[in-house]
Nanobody, 114 residues
């Protein structure tokens, strides 16, 4: 599985952005997919996940502001980010987990200016 992420860039605080990630070969319905991020000087952290059962889990810091979704027909997952804050500045990575293997996208930078 190869993941190609796009979107992000420079956004003003309070603004919105949408990240996309396309999976080569498709997205298995048995896979967990979603997004992680790595803020400057910090460790990578979970942002939002859709489990194989369809459950959506969000980090407390993004609940109510971010929405993770998938489009199986397009083999693509999305992260809609609203109400962005400077603390959301990070490199964002899409994530795919299936059959004991983890795959990562190349990372896309999101910078939120105050």
């Amino acid at each position: 599985v190869q993941l190609q992420a796009s979107g992000g860039g420079l956004v003003q605080a309070g603004g919105s952005a949408r990240l996309s990630c396309t999976a080569s070969g498709g997205i298995s319905r048995f896979a967990n997919i979603g997004w992680f991020r790595q803020p400057p000087g910090k460790e990578r952290e979970m942002v939002a996940i859709i489990t194989s059962t369809g459950t959506r889990n969000y980090a407390d810091s993004v609940k109510g502001r971010f929405t993770v979704s998938r489009d199986n027909a397009k083999n693509t997952m999305y992260l809609q980010m609203d109400g962005l804050e400077p603390e959301d500045t990070a490199v964002y990575y899409c994530y795919y987990y299936s059959q004991g293997k983890t795959y990562w996208g190349q990372g896309t930078q999101v910078t939120v200016s105050s």
